[in-house]
């Protein structure tokens, strides 16, 4: 290739790999490479390695630079995503901190996972303040964010120990392995660290003093904050999305397969990345015609896109010029991608983990994953075929038909929003006796119906507070499940807009702030994002009238499900812990 083009890369960690991607300046993938990273777990609790991660990150950056055949010296920017994970360093050496108790002598096991569910107690006490910045993150501090975390490990970690910690999302810590820099982001930290930033409810340092006083954590008031960043303009600096960190040091550069000085941009949590390589996707044809919609125009327009990240998870994201606050929806958060924008954020703790454990622990798996592997497709490919056959077989109008009287309601691994409950589990209403396939296959489509009615549920509850949601942007691999995106589609009533590179949309994010810190301050993330994405499709909602009484009758029954759930285990909790019985169910 030329060397006379400028190329970008970005790095996305997700909860089970690296991946890396190299683009040029009009957005196109030219290379993309994946590497898994290693997860210890058990039942509640799932940690990472930082060394691994990063080990990592090099290896996927040298080979899409080997694969594309670029010069090093014509990229001119990298840019880094993460999921939300805590990272435990020595504040004198860096070398990694053990998180995993109750010994800590597995120095390599220095990150806890976004998934972690150890500090619910921690979260529970942080709620029970009731403080105000609380409203920032949907009322209801998730177990799932760093400061209940780092709490744990104050009051489970020897105390000499805990006192040689510095903390960083995710996120932050790749750029600082990258740059030496401390630099943190407005993303991580707004989102995950209970930072506040200056100006918002007369906010001085970002950080609330009475709040980490009131729950525990007051030496970090005492020091000026240096273990999660500092204070800005004092002893810290924060940065929007994009902008630049710094140069590549030395090392970095040599592992990456760079060179020393290459820009970094400051990074984002990777479902933020997910918005960035979505919102400002545009239509063409018929689909542009059929949505309305008329591309990014400005970023106003992005106000009614909520933006599906969908992978192990799915997070729910969209921008507002204002702040709206819904209950059990986090944030709104300011500047978290866009200067003077803010962005809420709603989530459901499993949809591809969820898909996964239905099928997979379903005794007729096994037969269902030979079949499919004989005729050479994916499962979910085989089980969408099953379903449709059963529905010829049937007779039956849609699937949704022929599946009417199967209900799931879906929080196996707890609600994200707008519940905020993390001690919801799943119910299924309707099991048979039946354990063959096409029993698998009827217990999958309830599971993606799940799915979709959650998906509502989180958008109706935005909507009823201020937000103004008419499409949705998704992206992910479950975007190729087409039986997935027309029940999404169907359930919400809204049109899904899936976007033209469908699995790489969140890493094509990351290489786009590596743009935005190459080309400057005078390039906004938002035209960046106007440039580089492509056009996508669209996926519409049923015009089945029948189908679509069908799911507005689920709704309710799904909103009643949760409902009764919560109300069952008050009784039952109540009548365990010696209190007053009540036969009124």
């Known amino acids: 290739m030329s060397g006379s083009e400028s190329y970008y890369v970005g790095v996305d960690v997700g909860s089970g790999s690296a991946r890396a991607c190299l683009i040029n300046g009009a957005g196109d993938i030219l290379s993309i490479a994946v590497k898994d990273i290693k997860t210890w777990k058990t039942k509640d609790i799932h940690e990472q390695s930082a060394d691994d991660i990063w080990g990592a990150c090099c290896s996927v950056t040298r080979q899409v630079i080997e694969e594309s055949k670029v010069l090093a010296s014509t990229v001119k920017g990298i840019g880094f995503d993460a999921t939300c994970s805590l990272v435990v360093l ?19 096991r220095n990150i806890i996972l976004w998934a972690d569910h150890r500090a619910l107690d921690q979260a529970n006490r942080i709620n029970a303040t009731e403080h105000n910045l609380l409203k920032y993150v949907g ?23 805990f006192k040689k910690c510095k903390f960083y999302d995710l996120p932050d810590f ?69 902008e630049v960190v710094g140069g590549l040091s030395d090392k970095a550069a040599a592992e990456l397969g760079l060179e020393k000085g290459t820009k970094v941009g400051s990074a984002v949590i990777d479902a933020y990345a997910g918005w960035i390589g979505t919102a400002g996707a545009k239509l063409n044809g018929s689909d542009a015609k059929e949505a309305q919609q008329e591309g990014a125009q400005s970023i106003e327009a992005a106000s009614n896109r909520l933006a599906a990240v969908a992978g192990t998870s799915t997070c729910h994201l969209v921008c507002s010029k204002d702040p709206v606050f819904v209950p059990g929806v986090w944030g709104p958060y300011k500047d978290a991608l866009i200067p003077d924008f803010w962005l809420a954020e709603g989530g459901q703790s499993a949809t591809g983990s969820l898909l996964h454990h239905i099928t997979h622990n379903h005794k007729a798996f096994p037969e269902a994953e030979a079949k499919a592997k004989g005729l050479g497709i994916p499962v979910f490919e085989y089980l969408n075929r099953r379903l449709e056959e059963l529905r010829v077989e049937d007779n039956a109008p849609t699937i949704a038909h022929m599946a009417r009287q199967l209900f ?50 989180i958008i109706d509850s935005m909507n009823a507070r201020g937000h103004k949601i008419d499409s949705i942007y998704m992206s992910g691999g479950q975007c190729k499940n087409p039986v997935l995106m027309h029940l999404i589609a169907s359930c919400t009533g809204l049109p899904v807009i899936k976007p033209h590179y469908i699995d790489a949309a969140v890493v094509l994010g990351a290489a786009m702030l590596g743009m935005k810190a190459a080309t400057g301050k005078d390039a906004s993330l938002w035209s960046i994002m106007g440039e580089c994405s492509k056009a996508g499709t669209a996926v519409f909602p049923t015009k089945s009238n029948t189908e679509k009484d069908i799911f507005e009758i689920k709704y309710g029954i799904f909103l009643s499900m949760a409902d009764q759930q919560r109300r069952f285990r008050a009784l039952v909790d109540r009548a365990a812990e010696g209190g007053e019985m009540s036969r009124d169910i």
């Not at 995993?100 to 120095?107: I, T, W």
């Not at 799932?144 to 009051?155: G, S």
């Not at 707890?414 to 099991?431: E, F, Q, V």
Request: charged share 25%.
């Open 90 to 108: 020595d504040r004198q050496t860096d070398a990694p901190i053990s998180v995993s108790g109750p010994k800590f002598d597995e120095s390599e």
């Open 174 to 242: 790749l750029t600082y392995r990258a740059t030496g820099d401390e630099a943190r982001s407005f993303c991580s930290t707004v989102c995950k660290m209970s930072f506040v930033p200056p100006g918002v409810d007369d906010s001085k340092d970002g950080w609330q003093a009475d709040f980490f006083e009131s729950i525990g954590l007051g030496e970090f008031v005492e020091n000026d904050y240096v273990q999660i960043g500092g204070i800005p303009d004092k002893n810290g600096r924060w940065l929007s999305a994009g």
């Open 408 to 457: 799931m309601y879906p929080d196996f691994h707890g609600n994200r929003s707008p519940l905020a409950d993390p001690t919801m589990r799943g119910t299924i209403i309707g099991l048979g006796m039946d354990a063959d396939i096409d029993s698998l296959a009827l217990q999958y489509h309830a599971a993606m119906e799940a799915i979709g009615l959650q998906t509502r549920h």
């Open 139 to 161: 009322e209801t501090m998730s177990l799932e964010m760093e400061i209940p975390k780092i709490l744990w490990l104050k009051e489970n970690m020897p105390t000499e120990t």
